[in-house]
């Protein structure tokens, strides 16, 4: 009887379910931790007029996920081409139902690429080339985790921004502290910023 190896496809779910919702990832905040407590109008404002929106990394997370789905059912000509495809076309005002859209197909587009994942038996595919592309699922996969690490930590960034300049809840007691800090000692420092 021949054994199946799925080692390292076991650790790439585990990779993409810390990176994705772990509140004990060593890293730092998961995508799902750095997206608590944002707001639909954190989500739709900009920091300055050439950077994106939360709404819109959000967005753009998501359609590399779909992107990866999409490969790992074998469609060569799935791409993302377009800004509109990459971070959307959406509005600066975001309203409480397209920010719970924008969260809850994130959420769907992290349990389809678990489930393709899931379907495999397998390493071996791992190997192989990604339809359409001139890189392996393997780099893909680990490719993708590394995408939501990066914008999440920049979304992290965002969050302290926006709270702030004031989009954000303001903490009770704004007096300064010892440092100059607007939102003074009572407020509770983590090591994420």
């Given at each position: 009887?021949?054994?199946q190896?799925?080692?390292?496809l076991?650790?790439?779910?585990?990779?993409?379910?810390?990176?994705?919702?772990?509140e004990?990832a060593?890293?730092g905040?998961?995508v799902?931790?750095?997206?608590?407590?944002?707001?639909?109008?954190?989500?739709?404002?900009?920091?300055?007029?050439?950077?994106?929106?939360i709404?819109?990394?959000?967005f753009?997370?998501?359609?590399?996920r779909?992107?990866?789905?999409?490969?790992?059912?074998?469609?060569?000509?799935?791409?993302i081409?377009?800004?509109?495809?990459?971070?959307?076309?959406?509005?600066?005002?975001?309203?409480?139902?397209?920010?719970?859209?924008?969260?809850?197909?994130?959420?769907?587009?992290?349990?389809?690429?678990?489930?393709?994942?899931d379907?495999?038996?397998?390493?071996?595919?791992?190997?192989d080339?990604v339809?359409?592309?001139?890189?392996t699922?393997?780099?893909?996969?680990?490719?993708i985790?590394?995408?939501?690490?990066?914008?999440?930590?920049?979304?992290?960034?965002?969050?302290?921004?926006?709270?702030?300049?004031?989009a954000?809840a303001?903490y009770?007691?704004?007096?300064?502290?010892?440092?100059?800090?607007?939102?003074?000692?009572?407020?509770e420092?983590?090591?994420?910023?």
């Amino acid at each position: 009887m021949e054994t199946q190896n799925n080692d390292e496809l076991l650790r790439i779910i585990d990779l993409l379910n810390t990176t994705y919702e772990s509140e004990e990832a060593w890293h730092g905040p998961s995508v799902v931790e750095s997206l608590r407590g944002v707001t639909p109008d954190m989500a739709g404002r900009r920091i300055t007029p050439n950077t994106h929106s939360i709404a819109e990394l959000v967005f753009h997370m998501t359609s590399w996920r779909i992107f990866c789905v999409k490969k790992m059912q074998g469609d060569p000509t799935f791409d993302i081409t377009t800004p509109e495809k990459n971070f959307g076309a959406l509005p600066d005002k975001i309203d409480d139902f397209e920010w719970e859209a924008l969260e809850m197909e994130l959420s769907l587009s992290q349990e389809e690429l678990i489930n393709e994942l899931d379907k495999r038996d397998d390493d071996e595919f791992l190997e192989d080339i990604v339809p359409g592309r001139d890189y392996t699922y393997y780099d893909m996969l680990h490719g993708i985790i590394n995408h939501d690490l990066y914008h999440t930590g920049q979304i992290m960034i965002l969050k302290k921004a926006l709270t702030f300049k004031g989009a954000g809840a303001r903490y009770a007691d704004d007096d300064e502290d010892e440092y100059g800090s607007p939102y003074g000692s009572s407020q509770e420092h983590d090591d994420y910023y």
